[in-house]
């Protein structure tokens, strides 16, 4: 593969980095405007839907949105639409840099499911990094000081267990769906059960704030497409080390939108994390394993199979 592919690859994966960094800032504006949780997450997912249709219509057709695979799609609704609360709960109870820190633990319960679920070969290489992170969680955290709040806490290691339990759902899933037929069938059907809920938390809203409700899922869609086509350009190995520059965008979004910044134990526990999760990485592809699709916390995981695929999709 080309350096010039490879330098795409890495660009785009800091393009999505920063937009879903940036979705995370508008949620928390929004919020701040009075959105409540069930509506963030219908409208995340209900405007996503056009951009999703656009992405698909410019590349293989709108016919390939077709499936026979409805019953994986609902399952994988129904796991995403838990974990997107979650996820959304985090940023709602946490500040950005350490809900930003926290995600990072994907991989680490990725190495914990590979070993327990699919029965992956784990030694105690990885079984050592596994610690290593979750020490690198408890110096962020600091239970038991009040530094962040502890129900926080919780909710963002619940987010991150579930975008690995959905990854390995996606990995069945992408055999025979490509990423873009997949992010229109979450966005749409999980419109079904958060629109059941929204009557309870409907509320007006000023144009500010609906600004802010369709820019969080135009922007969420936007990274999920990003981070997609950056594996088209190079390989999982090669782009997961740019997923932790949300950390710098964390840091400074928080500082510039919300006049905050991280304590003190998140800047010693947040690259304890991160090492974590890159000597997983790199042990995998010392060892000669396929990396594993839930080292980054993103939602379409699986999109390592859209890679040399599709390739009449324009360049995002």
């Not at 999703?52 to 399952?75: D, E």
Request: net charge positive; glycine share 10%.
């Amino acid at each position: 593969m080309s350096g010039d592919r490879i330098l795409t690859g890495l660009s785009l994966r800091l393009l999505a980095v920063m937009l879903l960094t940036f979705m995370a800032v508008l949620i928390k504006l929004a919020a701040a405007h009075g959105a409540r949780l069930p509506e963030i997450t219908l409208f995340r997912q209900f405007f996503a839907i056009p951009v999703a249709m656009i992405w698909v219509a410019l590349g293989p057709g709108l016919a390939t949105l077709r499936t026979t695979q409805i019953s994986g799609h609902i399952t994988r609704t129904a796991l995403g639409v838990f974990g997107i609360n979650f996820t959304f709960g985090a940023l709602l109870l946490l500040p950005l840099a350490e809900a930003t820190a926290i995600s990072f633990t994907v991989p680490i319960f990725a190495t914990i499911l590979g070993a327990l679920v699919l029965k992956e070969p784990t030694g105690w290489h990885r079984w050592a990094a596994v610690v290593l992170g979750f020490a690198g969680v408890l110096i962020v955290t600091q239970p038991g000081t009040g530094h962040i709040p502890l129900a926080g806490a919780l909710v963002g290691l619940t987010s991150a267990l579930t975008v690995a339990v959905i990854a390995i759902q996606l990995r069945q899933l992408g055999r025979t769906e490509n990423a873009g037929t997949t992010v229109f069938w979450f966005s749409a059907l999980s419109c079904v059960p958060l629109g059941l809920v929204y009557p309870f938390f409907a509320a007006a809203h000023d144009a500010t704030t609906w600004a802010l409700l369709a820019g969080v899922g135009i922007f969420g869609c936007m990274g999920q497409i990003a981070f997609t086509a950056a594996l088209r350009f190079a390989p999982v190995s090669a782009v997961m080390p740019m997923d932790y520059s949300g950390l710098i965008w964390a840091t400074l979004f928080g500082w510039l939108i919300f006049g905050t910044l991280p304590g003190g134990w998140t800047f010693v526990g947040a690259p304890v994390i991160i090492a974590s999760g890159l000597y997983i990485v790199w042990r995998e592809r010392r060892r000669g394993l396929p990396a594993s699709p839930v080292v980054a916390p993103t939602e379409e995981a699986d999109a390592e199979r859209e890679r040399g695929v599709e390739e009449r999709r324009p360049a995002v």
